[in-house]
């Protein structure tokens, strides 16, 4: 989900043909080297989807992939349809999350898997007072200079420090109706992958 450009899907295709592979060269069999999986990219943005499918066409991957315009708090997928969600980058920027973490629950099967991967909350003082001042003070330059385009990247820090932290996140989930719900932080916080099964 609002995957695309393709970057996430293309690593998940990636390990389904190295498994797929590996599992035939166990059996000593030439056949069924073929994924036994479908893939979903869904992003809001058309244009975005379009640079996923051209990178997908380079890459090899796109006879894998299914390309979906569609919105992450509507979906137009029936219920239990998929075994994964993965969302990276892209949940801050909805507008009513809760939306999506119910969308999310609906669409997976009995066992799926949610994950996200995600800004959030550096909680070591030391650590955030630095990275504040990166945020606030290096991004939105660097954004101007490289891209002309100041507002653009003081809008990323902005939507970062106003996403839930990893407790809330995980509370929010936990609602839409997900179980075994964990967070796993990385770089002190920076990010974090939130993971929850539909049980």
């Known amino acids: ?17 190295d498994d797929a592979k590996s599992n035939a060269l166990k059996r000593n069999s030439v056949e069924n080297k073929e994924l036994n999986s479908r ?22 991957f796109l006879d894998d992939i299914q390309f979906v315009c569609a919105d992450a708090e509507k979906l137009s997928f029936e219920d239990e349809s998929f075994d994964a969600y993965v969302i990276a980058f892209g949940i801050r920027n909805v507008v009513h999350i809760e939306k999506v973490l119910e969308e999310a629950h609906r669409v997976l099967k009995v066992g799926g ?26 991004i939105p330059a660097m954004g101007h200079i490289l891209a002309q385009d100041w507002k653009a990247y003081a809008y990323l820090v902005q ?15 936990e609602d839409a109706g997900f179980s075994l719900v964990h967070c796993t932080n990385l770089l002190l916080g920076i990010t974090a992958i939130h993971s929850g099964f539909k049980l």
């Open 1 to 17: 989900m609002a995957g695309g450009t393709g970057d996430i899907a293309f690593r998940i295709v990636k390990r389904l043909r």
């Open 39 to 60: 893939v979903v990219v869904c992003d809001i943005n058309s244009n975005m989807l379009m640079v996923g499918q051209e990178r997908a066409k380079s890459l090899g």
């Open 113 to 138: 898997r949610f994950m996200c991967l995600e800004f959030s909350q550096v909680h070591n003082p030391l650590a955030s007072w630095f990275y504040d001042q990166y945020s606030f003070q290096v």
């Open 159 to 173: 939507s970062i420090r106003k996403f839930p932290n990893q407790d809330d996140f995980k509370r929010m989930i």
